[in-house]
DNA sequence: TTCATTTGATAACAAATGTTATCGTTTGTC
DNA sequence: GACAAACGATAACATTTGTTATCAAATGAA
């Protein structure tokens, strides 16, 4: 699992299996919650194989966040980062096998990572990106309309249409299972 | 201006004075633009007095992504960073009073503070909380109709609704400004 | 296989929101 | 002060989107 990063880190062979060390396999089925409401994050995932959903519960609705794929790494970020209870659910859609890392692990091989200036400015990179996928990801909403963020999830993330439920679909792009159904048969007598 | 920040920052008083001296005053009108859409950014903004907007042009239609006011630091982010053509315009709302640094000077400030842990960890810490922000933004535009929308900026950015003309706040809140109105006649009604 | 559950499509109707047009008020400029 | 431009409210109508209900197909568990 962990091979494949191996040569994206300038780091030692000890400190490299010393981190890798910390991290757990677990196999889990479809719909296992990772992490519940209310609960604090204390585990980071990453994904060898399956499919989660981040998802809040917005007055008994869902309303998803977020998808994450095969070698993504996956938790409620605020709740992690700040020690919040988390708003978010995080949960698998298909059955998946995990690898997870404790919080406690992971802050001390952060804190180390960030004396590397050259791995402390990919975290830096990597923060401002997040922000500007968000900064994407939000203004799609106020510009595009439901059937337009359509096309683009299926030009941009075909991966999500093809192997995530429909409502997930619905809840993450803001709009009503029936009205994802109507978008997607106008779309296709348009052909 | 900087003798307010001037505590907050660990530096010798060499750094600060060369620091600051970086920066550059200037005075301008309403409705002034800062940076034009398709430009390559390459000034800091900082607000000693008035209102600045950041807008794009979709399809002519003005849609606000942020306001800011006293003392905080503006940019087209995106295009400051990355050196993209930026797709956002930056104009003064009211008359204001402006201190800018040329990107160049800036980065040399950035690569430097780096170094010192401390400040390191703030730009870390700053680059975390922008992405809550526009997460929260974020959901909110999914999750909330436009008058809780509306309401909720009151409570939280009252200065934006005592000093945004109303139109831009409307298309802030990603509503036509009929509905805007709207809004507002129906808050008054169930007073 | 068989049955229950999940998933997705569709219709009918209701509610929310946009568009266009008009008018009065405020604001800024000369 | 006078005029033009900007701003905001409102009405009438069109369009989009949500809600509820029903049905069919796919899927999973026994």
């Given at each position: 699992?962990?091979?494949?990063?191996?040569?994206?880190?300038?780091?030692?062979?000890?400190?490299?299996?010393?981190?890798?060390?910390?991290?757990?396999?677990?196999?889990?089925?479809?719909?296992?919650?990772?992490?519940?409401?209310?609960?604090?994050?204390?585990?980071?995932?990453?994904?060898?194989?399956?499919?989660?959903?981040v998802w809040f519960n917005n007055n008994g609705k869902?309303?998803?966040?977020?998808?994450?794929?095969?070698?993504?790494?996956?938790?409620?970020?605020?709740?992690?980062?700040?020690?919040?209870?988390?708003?978010?659910?995080?949960?698998?859609?298909?059955?998946?096998?995990?690898?997870?890392?404790?919080?406690?692990?992971?802050?001390?091989?952060?804190?180390?990572?960030?004396?590397?200036?050259?791995?402390?400015?990919?975290?830096?990179?990597?923060?401002?990106?997040?922000?500007?996928?968000?900064?994407?990801?939000?203004?799609?909403?106020?510009?595009?309309?439901?059937?337009?963020?359509?096309?683009?999830?299926?030009?941009?993330?075909?991966?999500?249409?093809?192997?995530?439920?429909?409502?997930?679909?619905?809840?993450?792009?803001?709009?009503?299972?029936?009205?994802?159904?109507?978008i997607k048969s106008k779309l296709l007598q348009n052909?």
């Open positions: 699992m962990f091979e494949q990063f191996r040569n994206k880190f300038p780091l030692s062979e000890e400190k490299w299996n010393e981190y890798v060390g910390h991290f757990n396999r677990i196999e889990v089925p479809a719909k296992t919650t990772l992490l519940e409401e209310g609960e604090i994050s204390k585990k980071l995932f990453i994904i060898e194989k399956g499919c989660i959903r869902d309303l998803t966040s977020q998808f994450f794929f095969e070698n993504q790494s996956v938790a409620s970020i605020e709740s992690f980062m700040k020690k919040f209870p988390s708003p978010a659910v995080v949960e698998t859609i298909e059955p998946s096998v995990l690898w997870w890392i404790h919080k406690e692990n992971l802050d001390i091989i952060i804190e180390e990572i960030k004396e590397i200036p050259e791995l402390r400015d990919r975290l830096i990179d990597m923060l401002f990106q997040r922000t500007f996928d968000y900064m994407k990801h939000f203004f799609s909403f106020i510009k595009d309309s439901p059937a337009q963020r359509y096309l683009s999830l299926i030009q941009e993330k075909p991966q999500i249409v093809q192997r995530v439920p429909q409502h997930y679909i619905a809840s993450y792009l803001g709009i009503s299972t029936v009205h994802l159904s109507r052909k």
